[in-house]
């Protein structure tokens, strides 16, 4: 049997021993990135949310902004929502209900996005001078001026005691858009 060739049971069993050690790091190694893709797929689906409700309390507020602090009808606002004038059969709103966030738009129809689970979102007007929980704010004290504008609306999350912006909508126009504006009483001439 000397001039036979082949492998002993000791060998078979080392190579056997070697393809199944190479066999589970290559299954290891799968696992993880398999992990790491599903957490990544999370973050953009995370992050278009949050940029599609961003566009959504942007264009809502651009159509109908400026905002100011002595237009009490305007734009009024809370924790949980805000409504404004937009013209149509009914004001305009944004509520927080259920984790989701509900639009009505200046025909009534009534749209839904989901808001991040395990937060207690909430708005936040963001003031020229301070920000507040509620639009319009109460009056800042002489010598602080008799208004402010509307700078943005953030909607914050909160979970384990820390909050972070949910949502960020921009209010660009500060001034009507025809506004003339006068230095010295630093207004709109004929406003608000």
Known sequence: MSGQDGYTAAEALAALAILGLAMGGLTTSLGLIAKGQL???ERVEQSMLQRSIDQRLERLLAREAPFRSDQVAHLVGDERGLEVDCGGAQRCAVRIEDERLVVRDRDGQETSLK???????????????????????????????????????????????KEKTLALAKVWR???????????IQDCR???
């Open 39 to 41: 957490k990544a797929r």
């Open 115 to 161: 808001l991040p689970e395990g937060e207690t979102p909430k708005f936040r007007y963001l003031g020229s001078y301070q920000s507040s929980d509620v639009w319009p704010p109460a009056p800042m004290p002489p010598p602080a001026p008799a208004w402010q504008s509307l700078d943005g609306v953030a909607i914050l999350g909160q979970a384990d005691a």
């Open 174 to 184: 500060q001034q009507r858009a025809d506004c003339e504006y006068d230095v010295v």
């Open 190 to 192: 004929g406003a608000p």
